[in-house]
């Protein structure tokens, strides 16, 4: 039998490719394993940090917008909505400028033009008026 003359070629370079090949698989179950320590199950999550990972879509056409002097408010319960559309428009201002910027009752006195107890009262006015428009529309919160 005759061995031909590039076989001593032939076996190192054979020899080359089954080396890359089997480090390549070294290499590529290495990463698998570092990967895998990194891992885990989505049901081990806790539902708080589930929460962060969710996100919902709101549209302009799924909530009212109340407006004064330049800020919305914006409420996605009709309900709600309807209650709040019910009161006055300086009513409305002053809960807004409220919940909407945080302003105290003296910073609502200077944009309104009011005394400051005025806001006060007011405001206590408003929401009470709030309270118990939504307590007449969904007795016991809302629940059925």
Known sequence: MEIPRDYDERSRFDAFCKAVLRNEARSYMRSLCRQRKHEFSLYAVPWEEMDKLRTADDYPSDSFVF????YDLHIGNELVAEA???L???DQSILILRC???MTDEEISR???LSR???QRRRAK???ELRMKLAAIAPKG???
């Open 88 to 90: 006055s428009g300086q």
């Open 67 to 70: 407006s004064a002097h330049g």
């Open 84 to 86: 709040f559309s019910g």
């Open 100 to 102: 909407v910027l945080d």
């Open 142 to 144: 809302g629940k059925k």
């Open 126 to 128: 408003a929401l009470d």
């Open 111 to 113: 944009i309104i033009g």
């Open 117 to 119: 107890s005025s806001v």
